[in-house]
């Protein structure tokens, strides 16, 4: 089975170094904020402008690119999806990585440097195109069978083309388990939910 896996919020806890570092941003700024109810829109989570989102991204992307670390387990399982015979497509929207410059060429780098150091093993590395993060042109041109995904908008887009595994996070709690989506809460939980799709 062709198995697609995203990065920010599946591979990493990105909705956790968010919370931490908008907060610490906008204190250090002096900024007014309100965490309200999680938003994969981040300005709504924090009652802050966009201008002041993409300012804070502006400081922390590339820290965050680098240093966070994977999930608990994440390398160990999808080590463990490699051996029983699956194969591996890591299918990122990862922000300015698909832009066709300098900017881009770097941050491409960033991500394949990051799945090495953190051993994440893969067949293929796809930068999605589009500029609304819709992976459906990436998952139809690689005929991937099944996708690991958070970001609410293409779970909700591609469950109807494929089967998905959503990794629980605030934002996606209006995404309902059905017979095309699945909500997992860990990697190993991952790794459990592959299997019984695999059984049937």
């Not at 904020?33 to 922390?60: L, M, P, R, V």
């Not at 390398?75 to 929207?93: A, C, F, N, R």
């Not at 832009?99 to 051993?119: F, H, P, Q, S």
């Amino acid at each position: 089975m062709r198995i697609g896996i995203d990065i920010d919020g599946v591979l990493t806890n990105i909705e956790q170094f968010v919370i931490n570092h908008v907060s610490k941003y906008c204190v250090e700024n002096k900024i007014a904020y309100h965490i309200g109810d999680s938003n994969y829109d981040y300005c709504k989570t924090f009652h802050i402008s966009k201008e002041i989102e993409n300012s804070f991204w502006k400081q922390y992307l590339e820290y965050y690119a680098i240093h966070e670390k994977a999930r608990p387990f994440a390398s160990e399982i999808v080590k463990k999806l490699k051996e029983d015979g699956h194969e591996i497509y890591i299918i990122t929207s990862r922000w300015l990585a698909n832009r066709d410059d300098e900017v881009g060429r770097r941050m491409r780098e960033i991500v394949k440097n990051w799945l090495n150091e953190n051993k994440i093993p893969y067949d293929k590395l796809i930068f999605s195109k589009a500029s609304n993060e819709s992976k459906y042109q990436e998952i139809m041109e690689n005929e991937i069978d099944l996708m690991v995904e958070d970001n609410p908008n293409n779970i909700k887009e591609l469950k109807n083309y494929i089967p998905v595994i959503c990794y629980d996070a605030g934002y996606n709690k209006d995404c309902v388990d059905d017979d095309r989506m699945t909500r997992c809460y860990s990697w190993y939980d991952i790794y459990s939910k592959i299997n019984n799709i695999m059984k049937g």
